[in-house]
Each structure stands twice: as structure tokens, then as C-alpha cells.
């Protein structure tokens, strides 16, 4: 039985840094080859860092990267390496270049582009159609065939072409953003496809964050039959070696009930005949198998390294919290330490006449807890300055909400003087259902760089904080902290279902209003309360402009507000 040896380099690029991004496939490539590789298969828009987006329209962007290109396919040798990049042809591709022995050997175009969700493919890319052929290519005596990403979503994709024509490996290049359990529908999905053809995948997955994406890794290698041989780390960097087992698949394929396949021969790239496996050691390697992450540890991951990935990657090596002792700031400061050490991020509590003892002693105890830097700023003098102010303006009226979110207005503005003056990004503290039905300021508790709990709802903030003591194994987060009452602290006594539905009633409507996109009228059918529904579904529609002025955050729904979720500011349909 030939043994295939192939490594799976899950990569962290970053978008545009081609020298950056140039080393690590380099350093990915020389360590593979030392191990004795057959080939290396390097993540879908390797050299760019994926997704590009609008970055593929300037021409000399797309120079440079097969300029990247052209550089690492010169410094290949034995080993082949299956690397994404932007060809530039009659068109631009989404493409893999199979490099080998300082050349390019062959090109694949992805076939089918997704337009959905946060993918917009079809705006720049031209899909690889009939006319663009598919090839094969015998890698150590093994026929492999190539595909990207969503080609292999689809039960007609390239790879059932490839295998009727004799494939035996499919090595399949992604950038796959996450979403929760989004990596058991991947394997589950990657199986299928690997047993009705009959051919064993390698899918390798980038990592890291981009701007509101998270990419989680969790490359994966299915046997023929459709088995999990090996499993990397999810939102880690990691090179993964397997030792690949490709048993002669003719006898299934003559066996398979859909009978013989009848789909003409494709060319035959012969680029390495001889395993060099074979000739470096003759060693089989252990297989490794990532255990899956918890649901908690899987989310509060995605959000830790989509926070550093999107600091670091900026320029910032700091941030600052405004502490107010509730249940969102202290996620997102534990989230924050994780993500940059504690000595990297600055808590502020920034009390006034309706702050409570608790929760200023509540941040203090969190701030000491983590070891991060901790400072109070009082907005009483700002506060009292502006209803002097305005006090003329506003004589004779009963101001009530104007005066709450001055309060808010105040503390924003005290956090964008911090991070002017010492340079730290403004970590900003809503949560997904906060977002969705607008309860927060604008240009108040919504100011800053990053809303890392933007698509977090509420409960879910909950069960993090849980969490969190609970993998620590102490009271990181006081208790108190978790069991107290929401309240943004505006007004005397106020809690936050004096103004919204409580979360156990609000979040399950808010996932089939903004996530499962139901209208009111189908979320009623459903038995839910028919004014609260029509409350609830009104609040979101008429928040949209205000979330268009909010700052991205990490998606890990498969709904998130942003690029995900695109809606007109101005309608007037209420379904």
C-alpha cells in the first residue's frame, strides 16, 4: 500500500503583509520538507491573506502577490507545495498553484464561488468553468486532485469529476471562517463527500483573525471511507504531518450502486513518482487527533484570538476598558488579559452620583483578580458641567433619557482621551442583544476600536463568565458580578428590564428575528407573545442606523450585525 506523507501548514496571514506572509510559508515549507513530505498544502489565498476583498481591484496587489509567488515556488524542492494565491489570467481566479522543484508546475481555478453570508466572491473572482480543465497530479505514485474551499461543498463539485477520473486524494486549500460548531459540520460534511467518491481528503484551514472574521483552523485528513485519520488544533498555527494510507479504490468504485463512472480521463500532471517518505525513513508518524474544544472554550477562543489578532495586526499593544463592575465589561476584560496579558489592558471605573458601592468595588476586585492596570475617573464634574450647560435650554422640561445617556456620552469621551493620549485601542462592551434592539448610546458606550461581545447575546455572556471561573478553578469573576441584576446605573434603582424584555424572553425571540431571519408574524405562529414580538422586532428595525456607526467585532454566529446581517436602515416592512 503506497503511503502518502503530507503536511497541513494552518497558517495566521495577515492581509496584504506578502513578506510577512511569504516567511511563514517559507519556514511552514523547510520544516515539512525536513520531515520528509510528499507535499504541503498551505490555506486557500495563502500569499494575500484571506479575504482580501475590494484590496484584488488595485492592479499592482495582484502584481505583488504572484510576485510572492513566484519567490516561494523558486525555493521549492522535492517536497511539492499546494499554495492559494490571486491568478491573473483572461480574469482573476481564486486559485492553487502547485509548485515543485523551483517551478510552477500547474494551476487550479476554484470552480464554485460562495456569495452568501460574509462571502462576496463573485465580486471579484471569475469561477473556474469547463472550459478551464481540471487536472491531476501524481504526487509519490498517488493521483491528487485539487479543489478550494467551497468546491467541496457540493456533491457535484470538481471533486466527483476527479475521483470518476481517478483521483485518490483530493487536497482541498479553505479560508473557513468560524462559527459556533461550525467545525463538526465541516468533518461531517468533508466525510460524506470523501466516502461517495471514494477518496481521501486533506482539508487544511487557515487561522487567525481578520477585521470581523475569526478563522478557527481544525484541519482535518478523511480517508477514503469517509474516516477521521487526523485532527490540528483549532485557533492555533500548526503544521500537521500525517502519514496517509491510499489503498487501491478501484474495486469500491466497480462496486459502487451508482455503477461505473463514465466521465472522460483529465490530464495527468506526473510531478513526483517515488514517495520520499520512502528514501528519508521509513518511520510511519504518530496520527494526531486534536480533541474538540468544549462549546464554552470554543467561543471564548474565537473571541480571544480575534481580539489579539485584531489589535496586534493594527498596531496596538494595548486597550482600555470602561469597568463598570456589570456582567459585559468583566467578560470582555477577562477576554482582553487572555488575549494580550494583563499587562496590556487598562480598566476605568468612571462612577457618578448613581454608581453603586458594588460595582465599583466589584471592578476593583476584577481588575486585582486579572493583574491588570486599574484607575478611577469620576464624571460627576463633566456630568454636572453639562446640566449647567444646558440647564437654561432645557427649562421647564422634565429630561429624563437625555441626562442618561449625557452620563454615557461623558464616560466615552474620557475613554477616547485615554486612548489618544497613550496610544490604547478602546475596547468597547454591548453584547448581541444590547446591539440589536439599540440599548446603548451612540456616540457613548458605543465609542471605540473593537466590540469584541457584538454578536455575544446576553445569556451566552452569562454562561462565559461561568466559565471562566470555572476553567480557572476560583471566583475570577466575583459572584456577585453574575448573580446581581443587570443595570446600566443611569438613574436611581435602574435595572434593565425597566426598559427591555427579560433576557430568557428577549434572546430567543432576537435568534428567530436576527439570526433565522423569521418575520414577527412567523415568530407568533411559533407561540410566542404577540406584543412582545411586535416590541421586540420593532426596536431592532429601528435601531439599524445606529448599529451602522458601531465598530466591528468578532462574528461567531451564523448571523452576525455587520457584513453578515445587511438590512436597509430606511423600510417599512414589519412582517
Not at 502547485?98 to 500547474?106: F, K
Not at 475617573?377 to 435650554?393: D, N, R
Amino acid at each position: 500500500m503506497t503511503v502518502l506523507r503530507v503536511a497541513l501548514a494552518q497558517l495566521n496571514p495577515t492581509v496584504g503583509d506578502f513578506d510577512g506572509n511569504l516567511a511563514k510559508l517559507v519556514e511552514a515549507y523547510d520544516d515539512a520538507a525536513a520531515e520528509g513530505c510528499d507535499v504541503v498544502a498551505f490555506p486557500e489565498l495563502s500569499t494575500t491573506g484571506y479575504p482580501p476583498e475590494d484590496l484584488v481591484l488595485k492592479p499592482g496587489f495582484v502584481a505583488d502577490n504572484r510576485a510572492a509567488l513566484d519567490t516561494f515556488a523558486a525555493r521549492t524542492g522535492e517536497c511539492v507545495a499546494v499554495v492559494g494565491f490571486v491568478d491573473q489570467d483572461r480574469d482573476l481566479y481564486n486559485a492553487a498553484a502547485v509548485c515543485v522543484g523551483g517551478e510552477i508546475v500547474g494551476i487550479y481555478h476554484k470552480r464554485l464561488l460562495p456569495n452568501n453570508a460574509v462571502f462576496d466572491e463573485q465580486r471579484y473572482f471569475m469561477a473556474g468553468y469547463e472550459s478551464d480543465p481540471l487536472e491531476l497530479f501524481v504526487i509519490g505514485g498517488v493521483k491528487v486532485g485539487i479543489s478550494i474551499c467551497e468546491d467541496i461543498w457540493s456533491p457535484f463539485g470538481p471533486l466527483a469529476e476527479q475521483a470518476a477520473a481517478g483521483a485518490e486524494v483530493n487536497i482541498n486549500i479553505n479560508g473557513s471562517p468560524f462559527r459556533a460548531e461550525k467545525d463538526l459540520v465541516r468533518e461531517q460534511l468533508v466525510s460524506t463527500r470523501a466516502a461517495d467518491s471514494h477518496c481521501a481528503v486533506v482539508y487544511v484551514n487557515q487561522v487567525g483573525g481578520q477585521d470581523e472574521l475569526v478563522f478557527d483552523g481544525g484541519s482535518f485528513v478523511m480517508d477514503h471511507e469517509g474516516a477521521l485519520l487526523a485532527r490540528a488544533p483549532q485557533f492555533v498555527e500548526d503544521l500537521m504531518i500525517v502519514d496517509l494510507p491510499v489503498p487501491p479504490v478501484y474495486r469500491k468504485r466497480l462496486l459502487d450502486p451508482r455503477g461505473r463512472a463514465t466521465e472522460a480521463l483529465l490530464p495527468t500532471v506526473e510531478v513526483s513518482t517515488t514517495p520520499r517518505r520512502a528514501t528519508l525513513s521509513s518511520q510511519s508518524l504518530a496520527t494526531p487527533i486534536a480533541e474538540p474544544l468544549g462549546a464554552d472554550k470554543e467561543l471564548y477562543d474565537a473571541l480571544v484570538l480575534g481580539t489579539r489578532d485584531y489589535c496586534g495586526k493594527n498596531g496596538f499593544s494595548d486597550v482600555v476598558i470602561g469597568l463598570s463592575g456589570g456582567i459585559d465589561s468583566t467578560i470582555v476584560a477577562c477576554i482582553a488579559a487572555d488575549a494580550l496579558g494583563p499587562k496590556h489592558v487598562h480598566g476605568v471605573s468612571m462612577p457618578s452620583r448613581y454608581s453603586s458601592d458594588h460595582s465599583k468595588s466589584d471592578a476593583a476586585l476584577l481588575a486585582e483578580n486579572l493583574g491588570i492596570d486599574f484607575r478611577t475617573i469620576s464624571i460627576e464634574p463633566a456630568f454636572t458641567a453639562y446640566q449647567e450647560m444646558l440647564s437654561g435650554a432645557f427649562a421647564g422640561r422634565e429630561v429624563g433619557l437625555t441626562y442618561e445617556n449625557i452620563q454615557s456620552r461623558c464616560r466615552g469621551q474620557l475613554l477616547m482621551a485615554l486612548s489618544n493620549e497613550f496610544g490604547w485601542m478602546v475596547l468597547t462592551t454591548g453584547n448581541k442583544s444590547e446591539m440589536a434592539v439599540g440599548y446603548f448610546t451612540i456616540y457613548g458606550d458605543s465609542v471605540g476600536g473593537y466590540a469584541m461581545i457584538k454578536d455575544v447575546l446576553k445569556l451566552r455572556v452569562y454562561e462565559l463568565c461561568r466559565y471562566v471561573n470555572k476553567a480557572a478553578g476560583r471566583e475570577v469573576i466575583p459572584v456577585d458580578v453574575i448573580t446581581k441584576p443587570p443595570s446600566a446605573e443611569l438613574r436611581p434603582d435602574q435595572r434593565d428590564d425597566d426598559s427591555l424584555p427579560p433576557y430568557e424572553v428577549l434572546d430567543p425571540i432576537l435568534e428567530l428575528y436576527v439570526e433565522q431571519d423569521r418575520t414577527a408574524t412567523e415568530i407568533i405562529e411559533l407561540g410566542y407573545d404577540e406584543a412582545m414580538v411586535r416590541r421586540v422586532t420593532r426596536l431592532v428595525d429601528i435601531a439599524e442606523y445606529k448599529r451602522r456607526q458601531c465598530p466591528p467585532g468578532v462574528r461567531v454566529t451564523n448571523k452576525a450585525f455587520g457584513k453578515d446581517r445587511r438590512l436597509p436602515i430606511t423600510h417599512a416592512y414589519r412582517g
